[in-house]
């Protein structure tokens, strides 16, 4: 981050501590209905903060008030200022990704290039040209997201050893940028999952506590941000892929609006609800990928032409703002996410973030979504359906594992028995069945009314609200292995998010707290939704709302 | 093309010249109908035809039953690149040469529509009096088969980008002629599919995916054919309608255009169908014609045995071998395609103006050029020849607007330069000759500056070699002076004609006392006199005058 013109001592503390955002415990207990649990967490660092604000000369050293900074940026700024060659960045983090990664699983495969990748970005520093805005920033990418030469298995063993011809048009924008993709991240197979136990080669655990689940599907990118594996990374988020590992993770996650982020080179779940998103430490790392990546594709005829506006330049302004920034902004608490079935935990970390907005100036008003409860089997409805036809290219004829036979028939049963896991097949069979002849009317049709009305409901929501907030998973991290026998389970756990890809709208996930659990306690990430296209809304919301956060450091345990 | 059918039509099946009559009677009939075009005309057609079916079925090798034949055809677009990628296609082209990763399906890919398909079909659509569906979406068509990289096709279901047409058809002159209507369903735009070339030994298949993925459009067409020869026109005329449109080469050997029929027989007067047979492999039409004889003709048979239930809905191969049709695969119940709109790619909408351009845009249509070549008098089998292809139409219409005179030029075209292109195996559009020059030869024939017979050297110069009619007429002046000058100096010939009338006076009193039939006689003698170059025409016009003794 550049720093903030400097005007008096307290706003250079302003910036660095957020010390007028402080709220003593005094005035903050009766306002929301924290657990003891919260508060404990709270409490060394907000003792560090109450010293720091009775005496705001002395420069803050408990590092757990530092507001997550750019990695991206300071990455920039020491290539820029000759302070570290791009070859010591990649070092660093390729030593970090070999220690941890025994722990934590996250690549599923890790480029042998990227030394050689950076020491090319430092001749260019050397040569002073012009740099990209990802120069020598090392981008994990989903393993569903294709990038040329380099293994793109979607997770699938049926596609185990396939390398795509060509880089997906994400991946492009992020090289063309300077980033280095430093590897393939572990995800369910297909996306079809919220955990990676689906994946069809390996687990990942959380950092947060490695007897725990990522989140899923895209758990591999968001644990290694999550790890400092990467600086950030790609995601895809059909039902809540992004958002959900980067609740459990504790990193920021971007699912942006439908068709903001081109799908060309994504391998495709269910094509109506699929979006390339994006991991980051902080907003401010989120907003430059996604203006890299994002714009109009001519390979992807369901990309927008909607103008794209620069997502991170008015992040650098807000170092300096007012006390009360949000002023004036109406966020809606979904009142559906906030009751039963919802981690009390989670439940109090979302108020108590609510809570903070309203400290921003922010209005909070609860909203009810009557067709909430409606998007869970809708969804699961229309991405078996799309998945069922998406998914039946894998049949080994041109691609891919094929099963040695005689037989055309067996040809196709055996390849796809051998090489597709059992998520995958029991979607593939949900799909068939919704889009058979005598069932559309029931089921695909049906969830698709039901999709229009949620869009509705949204909309008028949107209409009243700026935004709207809600938990991202009704849940923090579970264990390892707690949900694979019980699937609706798992599917429950996708009711924040569902209902946000049937209507094709933006939503960030900020953390935003901490539940028991694991060593360090769990991270809980806050879900903002907004309306099509208001991304550059989002962030900003988001930045001022992670930048004025107290007392939260979400940096795992196990750095 | 329509030479060789007819002809197979011939050895095939004799009862068509018997019917002509009736046939002929319902031409008349039709004719009055479609001089005024709308919706209303079309449906009193259509019963118009129903209810004269009937009597074609009344003939002897139909037994008391009528034949209910619908086609599907595909037409293959001839667009530069296919429908949902970049690729070209190129027939013939070595197998898996113009692919790439979209058309094979690999994984993260994605369709985008190129737009002349949507162009492409819509003149379809107009050229078939079809209703346009301004906003129409694509659908996913799901099956497996090894040629199909997707495991779907992308396609038309339930709204199709034209529906509710029509065509009119002229049957050839030599069965009778008579003019038709058959009701258009539907047209929709799809992909193609790749191949499979199987092995000798059928012990593996390869891919060749080189045509997955080349823009079709598929036009179904009512049950409203009775016989193989009005199916067989039928496609023949959605031919020259792809080919007037310039959307398609329409070839059918190479698979730019083929046509699946399904045939089914009913007693007469029964309204429920007949279980329908589809009919897949034939590659001429002909070969369609006889193909749907056959056909009918075993299902009548089946059904005057009293064994209509061994007829099964099933798909029947054509072997031209053996001219007949065999089983190729009985179909188990209604396949499930399971169809659902295809998510990656937005709804086809059209303007009002877009169509509007296209409209005004329509070339001439072969039933239009039928209708007015008509009026000028031409024989029907002049017309039907001229308005076959649109080249030779094109050529025609050029040397018409050069002032040609209608029949004459037909003549030519018909006669001297079709045999010369059938000779050289030329198209229209490679002869050297003009529809200038050609309007040219027939004016310098009708004023008499050459004579037929010279007219004829002088077009054959002009289809092999070029240039023009006055300059060929000038070289040969040089050249051969003694073979083409011709004396058209009246008082020149007026010389000989007096020369000669005084060397027979004879004749000429025979000539005088009635024998009128004398003249060819002294217009010979005159001819003699002249070593063959007086102009005929002023000889006969200075002879008639001087035999007559009017000055």
């Known amino acids: ?559 | 093309m329509a030479l060789i059918f007819h002809r197979g039509i011939i050895a095939n099946s004799q009862f068509f010249s018997r019917s002509s009559g009736v046939l002929f009677r319902r031409l008349r009939a039709s004719r009055s109908c479609t001089s005024a075009r709308g919706e209303g005309t079309a449906n009193t057609l259509k019963e118009e035809l129903i209810q004269v079916a009937p009597k074609r079925a009344l003939e002897p090798n139909t037994h008391g039953f009528e034949a209910i034949i619908g086609i599907e055809t595909h037409v293959q677009l001839f667009t530069l690149t296919k429908a949902f990628c970049s690729c070209p296609y190129v027939y013939g082209s070595r197998p898996n040469t113009t692919i790439c990763p979209v058309c094979m399906g690999h994984p993260g890919t994605l369709p985008v529509l190129n737009s002349k398909v949507v162009e492409f079909a819509v003149k379809l659509g107009l050229a078939l009096n079809c209703g346009l569906s301004m906003t129409s979406k694509f659908d996913r068509k799901h099956y497996f088969y090894p040629d199909l990289p997707k495991g779907y096709q992308i396609s038309q279901f339930d709204i199709p980008i034209a529906t509710k047409g029509f065509i009119d058809v002229d049957l050839p002159v030599e069965f009778g002629g008579g003019h038709r209507r058959f009701g258009i369903t539907r047209v929709h735009m799809e992909e193609d599919a790749g191949k499979l070339l199987h092995s000798e030994t059928g012990s593996y298949s390869q891919v060749d995916l080189n045509r997955a993925g080349v823009p079709l459009l598929e036009i179904v067409s009512e049950p409203d054919m009775r016989s193989g020869l009005e199916a067989a026109e039928y496609a023949a005329e959605i031919q020259r309608l792809v080919r007037f449109l310039g959307i398609s080469n329409g070839n059918m050997q190479e698979g730019s255009l083929r046509c699946d029929v399904n045939v089914s027989v009913r007693p007469i007067g029964q309204s429920k169908f007949g279980t329908k047979v589809e009919i897949k492999n034939m590659n001429s039409f002909s070969a369609m014609s006889r193909a749907i004889d056959y056909e009918i003709s075993r299902q009548v048979l089946l059904h005057s045995l009293g064994q209509s239930d061994q007829i099964f809905q099933e798909t029947r191969l054509w072997e031209e071998g053996a001219q007949k049709t065999f089983t190729m695969r009985k179909k188990e119940g209604l396949a499930d395609y399971r169809y659902f709109p295809e998510p990656d790619l937005p709804e086809v909408v059209l303007t009002k103006e877009f169509v509007d351009k296209l409209c005004q845009g329509l070339p001439e249509l072969p039933e239009a050029k039928r209708r007015r070549y008509e009026k000028m008098d031409l024989a029907m089998q002049d017309v039907l020849f001229l308005a076959n292809d649109n080249h030779v139409a094109e050529f025609f219409d050029a040397s018409l607007e050069n002032g040609a005179d209608p029949k004459l030029a037909a003549n030519w075209i018909m006669g001297d330069i079709s045999a010369f292109l059938k000779n050289e195996r030329l198209s229209i559009t490679e002869i050297k000759l003009t529809p200038f020059e050609l309007s040219e030869l027939i004016a310098s024939i009708k004023n008499g500056t050459i004579s037929g017979k010279i007219g004829k050297e002088i077009l054959f110069e002009l289809l092999a070699k070029g240039g023009t009619v006055q300059s060929l007429i000038e070289e040969k002046d040089l050249v051969q002076a003694s073979l083409i000058f011709l004396i058209v100096d009246p008082a020149a010939i007026e010389a000989l004609v007096d020369k000669v009338l005084a060397a027979n006076p004879k004749q000429l009193e025979q000539y005088r006392a009635g024998k009128t039939r004398l003249q060819g006689f002294f217009a010979g003698q005159v001819m003699k006199e002249s070593k063959g170059k007086a102009n005929p025409l002023v000889l006969n016009k200075i002879l008639g005058v001087k035999l007559k003794g009017e000055s």
């Open chain 1, 1 to 559: 981050m550049p720093p903030p013109p400097v005007r008096s001592p307290s706003r250079l503390l302003l910036c660095h501590c957020r010390l007028p955002f402080h709220i003593s415990p005094q005035t903050r207990l009766p306002l929301s209905h924290n657990s003891s649990v919260r508060r404990r967490f709270h409490c060394s660092a907000v003792s560090a903060v109450s010293a720091l604000s009775s005496d705001p000369q002395i420069a803050p050293t408990d590092l757990t008030t530092t507001p997550p900074s750019s990695h991206i940026l300071s990455i920039r700024e020491s290539l820029l200022s000759r302070r570290r060659t791009a070859a010591d960045v990649a070092g660093e983090y390729l030593d970090r990704l070999r220690r941890t990664e025994p722990h934590i699983r996250s690549f599923l495969h890790v480029s042998e290039t990227t030394m050689r990748e950076a020491e090319e970005v430092d001749r260019l520093v050397a040569s002073g040209k012009d740099l990209g805005p990802l120069a020598g920033v090392l981008v994990g990418v989903k393993d569903n997201i294709c990038t040329a030469g380099m293994p793109s298995t979607g997770g699938s063993r049926i596609l185990e050893g396939y390398r795509p011809p060509f880089d997906a048009t994400a991946v492009r924008k992020l090289k063309e940028a300077g980033a280095i993709v430093i590897g393939k991240t572990n995800m369910d197979e297909f996306g079809m999952g919220s955990t990676t136990e689906g994946s069809g080669f390996q687990v990942t655990a959380n950092p947060w506590d490695i007897s725990r689940v990522p989140g899923g599907s895209s758990g591999g990118s968001a644990a290694a941000v999550s790890a400092k594996q990467c600086v950030v990374s790609l995601g895809s988020d059909t039902g809540g892929s992004v958002r959900q590992p980067a609740s459990f993770c504790g990193v920021v996650g971007l699912k942006p609006t439908y068709g903001r982020v081109s799908r060309f080179g994504l391998m495709a779940y269910a094509s109506s609800l699929d979006v390339i998103g994006c991991f980051g430490a902080s907003v401010i790392d989120s907003a430059i990928v996604l203006n890299v990546v994002s714009g109009h594709d001519r390979f992807d005829s369901t990309s927008s032409t909607h103008e794209v506006p620069d997502y991170a330049s008015f992040l650098m302004s807000t170092d300096h703002f007012e006390s009360t920034p949000l002023k004036g902004l109406k966020v809606g608490m979904i009142r559906e996410t906030i009751g039963d079935g919802v981690d009390v935990g989670v439940i109090s970390s979302i108020k108590a973030a609510a809570l903070h907005l309203e400290e921003l100036g922010a209005t909070i008003t609860e909203v009810s979504l009557p067709s909430f409860s409606l998007g869970l089997p809708a969804y699961y409805v229309l991405a078996s359906s799309e998945a069922s036809s998406n998914l039946s290219r894998y049949d080994g004829v041109r691609y891919g594992n094929r099963a040695t036979v005689d037989e055309l028939n067996s040809l196709y049963g055996d390849s796809r028995a051998d090489g597709l896991g059992p998520e995958v097949k029991m979607r593939i069979l949900m799909g068939t069945y919704a889009l058979s002849a005598g069932y559309y009317d029931a089921y695909y049709k049906r969830a698709q009314q039901v999709r229009t009305l949620i869009r509705k409901s949204f909309k008028d929501a949107l209409e009243k609200m700026d935004i709207l907030v809600s938990p991202a998973v009704p849940s923090p991290a579970y264990k390892i292995g707690e949900k694979v026998n019980d699937p609706l389970a798992m599917y429950a756990g996708d009711i924040m998010t569902v209902n946000v890809n049937l209507a094709g709208l933006p939503a960030l996930v900020v953390p935003c707290g901490f539940v028991e659990g694991g060593s360090a306690g769990l991270p809980v990430g806050l879900q903002m939704i907004g309306s099509s296209f208001s991304e550059e809304k989002l962030l900003r919301i988001g930045h001022i709302f992670e930048q004025t956060l107290p007392n939260y450091r979400f940096v795992p345990p196990l750095l």
